[in-house]
């Protein structure tokens, strides 16, 4: 722990390790939700949506690398059992049972929507009290934001697909 680097936050710690610790937690489940969708896609653009989810999934756990960094920078003791990580989770996980792609896309849009707010509402809370989470939430804010517009669009592009392929 930095004894100095701790003093600076002007919040309780243990309340932004819960935090920290939450959204841990979501970025394993994003991880694997993004990881396992990929290996089962089906449906048209599958190989063009399989390798943004690929990447996606890779992304999500560098989001993870970055939260454990900072939970442990901070003394704390990132969540040790998987066990956990529903529980913990402010953002569900959404197996992926039905391979269609526009399914699998629309679950991780969600999950995307979702992430966005728990980054936001992480910015909110450590504005002027811990610069250095407010710029690792800026940091992986950034990228979900990106996720979901990246995702979106892939969908964009299947909706148009299937219906002027069905005319
Ligand atoms: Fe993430
Ligand atoms: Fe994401
Ligand atoms: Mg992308």
Redesign the pocket.
């Known amino acids: 722990m930095g004894t100095k680097g701790r003093q600076i936050i002007g919040m309780d710690v243990e309340e932004l390790l819960g935090l920290l610790n939450a959204a841990y937690a979501s970025?394993w489940l994003?991880y694997y939700q993004y990881w396992l969708g990929a290996k089962i896609l089906k449906g048209p653009m599958k190989d063009a949506v399989a390798a943004e989810l690929t990447l996606h999934a890779t992304?999500?756990l560098n989001?993870a690398t970055l939260l454990v960094t900072r939970i442990v920078q901070l003394g704390g003791t990132p969540v040790t059992d998987p066990k956990q990580w529903f529980p913990l989770s402010p953002c569900a996980y959404d197996a992926p049972d039905d391979p269609y792609v526009a399914v699998i896309l629309d679950q991780n849009i969600a999950g995307e929507q979702c992430?966005i707010g728990v980054y936001k509402r992480l910015m909110d809370i450590t504005k002027d009290k811990d610069m250095v989470t407010y710029n690792l939430a800026l940091t992986?804010l950034q990228?979900?934001v990106e996720h979901e517009e990246d995702l979106q669009s892939l969908k964009e592009d299947l909706d148009l697909m299937v219906a002027r392929g069905s005319k």
């Open positions: 970025e994003a992304e999500e989001h992430a992986i990228q979900e």
